[in-house]
């Protein structure tokens, strides 16, 4: 199992580049960033851009792998973003890991939309998904595409020299419904899940590993259908959207981590503390979760 952590962007660099240097100097297989134009609570606050954040990122540490959780369609085109993508592979030297979602409803989902716009409904975000991963994934892997979709065309787009990683950098593709599992088994190198979001704030923690077994079965037929061994996809678990604290201690994660690892999850990603927010925690024992805890699993 692999140890992550989700870094917001809301820090100005000065303080930032040191966030992510200690990251890398806590032993973190990766630091993510969230890609939204700002988020939930943290909306009237900081909220620097992804892209941007990852490439100063890259260039302020050394070998610890850096990427979205998650970027979607509710403000990124296949074309604009496969050549930001190709470029950050480049400036990291092929760390570069891309979380892709079909994305959400929050306020920043509708920030592209003009006044008399109703927001995607789920089936609309399924669909633009549905469109957008196949295309971004010709795009990071051919020098010119032309394609025109339902929602999204390339004309002639030049993607040279592609990605440092070959055939492209990796997808980690979050999903939990049938169309998005589907994604993940055809063109996913990972899948990520936070959990069901419905058992968050009344759910137990029994409930919520049951969920996400169920979620672990159904991306396993996914796979089957889609010709895929699902051993071949890492299991990403996004912390901090289950019902419980697994971060209220040492041990409290220990146990966790170890339940989920038996569920097959290969990496599980815990947020970079921010007090007074939902994810303060106390510092000495978050590093400690990030040094000493996955050797107890072993």
């Known amino acids: 199992m692999r140890l992550s952590t989700v870094i917001l ?13 200690q990251a890398e100097d806590l032993g973190f297989h990766a630091a993510y960033t969230y890609d939204h134009l700002s988020w939930r609570t943290f909306r009237d606050g900081p909220w620097f851009g992804a892209v941007p954040t990852l490439t100063a990122a890259a260039a302020a540490t050394r070998s610890m792998r850096l ?3 998650v970027t979607s369609p509710n403000f990124r085109h296949p074309v604009t ?20 979602g079909a994305g959400g409803s929050g306020f920043d989902a509708t920030t592209l939309r003009r006044s008399d716009e109703a ?34 065309a390339a004309n002639e787009a030049r993607n040279i020299p592609g990605c440092v990683q070959r055939p492209r950098l990796p997808f980690a593709v979050a999903a939990t419904g049938p169309r998005g599992m589907s994604l993940a ?57 289950t019902p419980g604290r697994p971060l209220r201690s040492f041990d409290a994660f220990v146990d966790f981590a170890g339940t989920h690892f038996d569920l097959g999850i290969t990496e599980i990603v815990v947020h970079w503390p921010v007090p007074d927010s939902d994810f303060a925690l106390d510092t000495k ?9 996955l050797a107890q699993l072993t």
């Open 285 to 293: 024992v978050f590093e400690r979760i990030a040094t000493e805890a």
């Open 9 to 21: 962007p809301i820090y100005r660099w000065s303080e930032g580049q040191k966030i992510w240097r």
């Open 67 to 69: 990427g979205t959780l």
């Open 185 to 241: 088994a055809r063109y996913g190198q990972a899948w990520v899940t936070t959990g069901d979001p419905k058992l968050f704030a009344t759910g137990t923690p029994e409930q919520s590993v049951a969920a996400i077994r169920g979620q672990t079965e159904r991306l396993g037929a996914a796979c089957e259908e889609a010709g895929r061994d699902v051993t071949e996809l890492d299991k990403i678990l996004l912390t901090g959207f």
């Open 81 to 100: 973003l496969a050549k930001d993508l190709i470029t950050l592979d480049d400036v990291s030297g092929g760390r570069i890991t891309l979380g892709i």
């Open 119 to 152: 927001p995607w409904t789920p089936r609309e975000r399924a669909d633009h998904f549905e469109e957008f991963v196949p295309l971004l994934d010709r795009l990071l892997r051919e020098p010119s595409v032309t394609q025109e979709g339902r929602f999204y």
